[in-house]
């Protein structure tokens, strides 16, 4: 096995620990793990980061130019394209327009005073290589969001003005609300609620201007209506069924909405109905509802006719609405659900996806716009960890130069740490927008990529097609074949993968031909990663003993307390147990029920009485056991509880082979015998061991 090479000293170590607990117990780990044990893990890597390597080169005029076309500012002339890059970013926000690109005024605005603060940072260049492009492309699709919301503004609004039979034109369609308004008061007939209600909206705010549009405009044509046909009526019965009529059909008419032909409204009602169906609003799929109620008014007969006038246009108008609603949201909510499901299939932006799913499943309408906009362009940072046996919890790194997988170094004092340098913006491929690049989330425009001796490094962009193809990693479903994991192939080397090998990472193809790191051992899990949070911390020795070896994991249970250290001690609390380590012993666990004797001892407080070996599970398949740094021992069995035994009757008791002995389990802790002083005794199942200074220890039959 490739992990043993190098690492003698410590495979040693662990052999002999191994034997002393087998000669101890005849069994160390549960019967569910007795497995061979897993090869060491390779220390902790010397990382040697060469901060040079991340800086970026400045922009070049070829570059300047593609920017300056990208933002629609017109031609790069000189005074762009000699521009200082920390000024070219200033000008991109003098220049640009706010109105079309405001994500990216914003964006240069935000990386402008970074180099105020720090005119060395590498963030306006990186503005220009690429992040002007990302932003770019996010206000065109914003811009033609706000388009499309304004072209519903305008449709609002023309419907407004054909309900209250006025004239319009593109200036008043296309001017803003408080104008618009206005103009309602100066088209308005003299003398009605329409022109009242539209000067008093006037005076008001964006709320009320707002309001008259949606709203009132209709309201006080309905009441002018209703003014004019009370008006008829008093003049006579006939006058006063002719003008309900007429406006009836004027109504229909607008809810639409056509302009009301006056030759249709003087017809029959059948004739009026036959009318509406021959004109084009009503071939067009969006008022199928209406067309589908005015065929169905013409088959039932007279009195269906009137009604589908009166009240049933706008009822099935209303039902066109809000179906056409309820299209716009679920194509909405359809479009976040294709995020989740790309970002599913990408393995490396399991944040986005998450999103995505709560969003789709229980946000508002306006929730999922303001995703669409905004949300799914924030939770893009992942760490990756490895997978293989003993580097789980390991994270990608690097400060520069050489990238590496390291679980960091546990620190002395505190519990952990931040490990630094392990979080990745994980964005659209440099060279193929289908794959992925990893871009520092410390160091601006510096991505991992694949050196030309396969190694991989953190290096600054410098623009070039060859860096960009280098830099992008096209994810796979991992090697491995674990659900969830992701391989990263190259995509300047096909078949070549993104692998850990002793803490390098290489672009390694696993087929043991060419380099040490292209080895077959463990290739599928070493070439497989686990996306997890950023900034991941350092991982403690009990971490990388909870992540590595499945049965501490199994038989703890949950978690009830954070690591923590006290006297010198890193502890952590389990359901069913607790781990304990120390410089000299590295990690330990001990379970109940032996446990809460261990407690009753004072535990980890007390001097020297650290476990020196995890919980043993004895040979029988039922009692458990651990040994203290003092000798002293715990056992327990389901009918004899958990005693302490120690010293020259723990000695005898281990030559006459422990609880195997025809003395089985101890009963009870060692003890002074009543009227014998000098004599200590511990009581078993089936005899007691007896010690004496003069006479030593000697077992016999109850």
Not at 170 to 188: E, H
Not at 294 to 305: E, K, Q, R, S, T
Not at 593 to 598: A, C, F, I, N
Not at 619 to 634: C, F, K, N, Q
Request: charged fraction near 25%; aromatic fraction near 10%.
């Amino acid at each position: 096995m490739r992990r043993t090479l190098g690492n003698t000293g410590k495979l040693t170590r662990t052999l002999a620990i191994l034997t002393v607990a087998t000669a101890l117990t005849g069994l160390v780990t549960p019967a569910a793990a007795s497995a061979a044990p897993p090869p060491p893990a390779p220390g902790v890597p010397l990382e040697s980061p060469d901060a040079t390597a991340a800086e970026l080169p400045a922009a070049t005029e070829l570059e300047k130019v593609r920017a300056v076309h990208e933002i629609e500012v017109g031609e790069a002339t000189p005074e762009w394209r000699n521009a200082t890059d920390m000024n070219f970013v200033f000008k991109v926000f003098d220049r640009i327009n706010g109105t079309d690109f405001p994500l990216t005024k914003e964006e240069s605005y935000r990386v402008y005073r970074i180099m105020v603060q720090t005119p060395t940072a590498p963030d306006a260049t990186a503005f220009i290589r690429t992040g002007v492009f990302d932003f770019a492309a996010r206000d065109r699709i914003e811009r033609q969001r706000r388009q499309d919301a304004w072209n519903e503004t305008v449709r609002v609004r023309r419907e407004a003005l054909i309900d209250a039979e006025l004239a319009y034109d593109d200036v008043i369609l296309n001017d803003n609300d408080q104008n618009f308004v206005y103009k309602v008061y100066q088209r308005a007939p003299a003398g009605t609620k329409l022109k009242l209600g539209a000067l008093d909206a006037f005076g008001g705010d964006a709320a009320v201007w707002k309001d008259f549009i949606e709203n009132k405009i209709r309201e006080l044509h309905h009441q002018d209506q209703l003014d004019y046909i009370e008006r008829e009526k008093q003049k006579g019965e006939e006058e006063g069924r002719r003008a309900e009529a007429v406006a009836a059909k004027k109504d229909a008419c607008h809810k639409i909405p056509v302009v009301a032909v006056a030759s249709w409204l003087l017809l029959p009602d059948d004739d009026f109905i036959r009318e509406l169906l021959k004109t084009p609003e009503l071939t067009d799929p969006a008022h199928r509802e209406i067309k589908n109620a005015a065929n169905a008014a013409l088959i039932a007969g007279a009195a269906d006719w009137t009604r589908f006038i009166v009240t049933g246009i706008g009822e099935a108008r209303a039902r066109d609405d809000a179906r056409i609603l309820r299209e716009r949201e679920e194509a909405d909510r359809q479009k976040v659900r294709d995020i989740k499901t790309k970002a599913d299939a990408s393995r490396v932006r399991p944040r986005l996806s998450a999103a995505a799913a709560s969003v789709a499943a229980t946000g508002t309408w306006d929730q999922v716009k303001d995703f669409l906009a905004k949300g799914q362009y924030l939770p893009l940072e992942q760490g990756f960890s490895g997978v293989t046996v003993n580097t789980r919890g390991w994270h990608v790194r690097s400060g520069g130069g050489d990238a590496w997988a390291t679980p960091g170094t546990q620190p002395a004092n505190t519990v952990t740490a931040p490990l630094g340098e392990a979080s990745w913006k994980v964005v659209t491929g440099l060279a193929d927008a289908n794959c992925f690049s990893l871009e520092s989330a410390t160091r601006v425009g510096s991505y991992l990529r694949v050196a030309p001796n396969l190694r991989v490094q953190l290096a600054g962009n410098d623009g070039t097609d060859g860096f960009k193809l280098n830099a992008t990693w096209c994810a796979r479903p991992g090697l491995d074949n674990s659900a969830g994991n992701v391989s990263l192939q190259s995509k300047a080397h096909p078949g070549r993968y993104l692998r850990q090998y002793w803490g390098e990472l290489w672009a390694a193809h696993g087929q043991s031909a060419e380099n040490n790191f292209d080895t077959t051992g463990n290739y599928a899990t070493d070439a497989s990663w686990r996306t997890v949070d950023p900034n991941p911390n350092i991982s403690t020795k009990i971490d990388l003993r909870l992540l590595n070896e499945d049965w501490w994991r199994e038989y703890f249970g949950p978690a009830v307390t954070p690591e923590y250290i006290e006297n010198g001690v890193r502890v952590r609390k389990f359901q069913n147990g607790a781990a304990f380590w120390n410089p000299s012993l590295g990690p330990k666990n001990i379970l109940y029920p032996v446990l809460t004797k261990y407690w009753s001892m004072g535990g980890h407080k007390v001097p020297a009485n650290l476990p020196i070996v995890d919980n043993l599970f004895l040979p029988d398949g039922v009692g458990r056991a651990t040994h203290l740094e003092s000798g002293r021992s715990i056992y327990w069995s389901p009918g004899t509880d958990s005693r302490l035994i120690y010293g020259a009757i723990r000695d005898l008791w281990e030559k006459m082979g422990w609880e195997r002995s025809w003395l089985g389990y101890p009963i009870s802790d060692e003890m002074d015998v009543p009227g014998e002083p000098g004599k200590r005794r511990s009581m078993f199942q089936f005899g007691n061991i007896d010690h004496t200074a003069q006479k030593g220890a000697w077992a016999y039959a109850r």
